[in-house]
């Protein structure tokens, strides 16, 4: 059983900053890549960054320098900084890693998602 735990989000006025974290935890081997996606209303649902275990990092073209991706091996946690952030940033973010378990399967986990929600 593996579980991520997200926490981080919230309300925050434009301009403003706000990190995410994420933890993996329960029945892991090793962990390959660990990132962020996002889902507005109506929207599907996007890339914001991903980073490998050895710290190749992919970013969406949208968030133009603003955010940052990092990740604690030790810990099993992926980071979100987003700083300058706009209204049309509001969304709700999902962590998502590939793990391969104890059992040596490998699946793609979720998070269950935390909003954040930027004022005008």
């Known amino acids: 059983q593996v579980q991520l735990v997200e926490s981080g989000g919230g309300l925050v006025q434009a301009g403003g900053s706000l990190k995410l974290s994420c933890a993996a935890s329960g029945s892991i081997f090793s962990i390959d890549r660990m990132g962020w996606y996002r889902q507005a209303p109506g929207k599907l649902r996007e890339l914001v960054a991903d980073i490998t275990a050895g710290g190749r990092i992919n970013y969406a073209d949208f968030p133009e320098g603003r955010f940052t991706i990092s990740r604690d091996n030790a810990k099993n946690t992926v980071y979100l900084q987003m700083n300058s952030l706009k209204p049309e940033d509001t969304s709700v973010y999902y962590c998502?890693?590939?793990?391969?378990?104890?059992?040596?399967?490998?699946?793609?986990?979720w998070g269950q998602g935390t909003q954040v929600t930027v004022s005008s």
């Open positions: 998502y890693a590939s793990i391969l378990t104890g059992s040596r399967t490998l699946y793609e986990y």
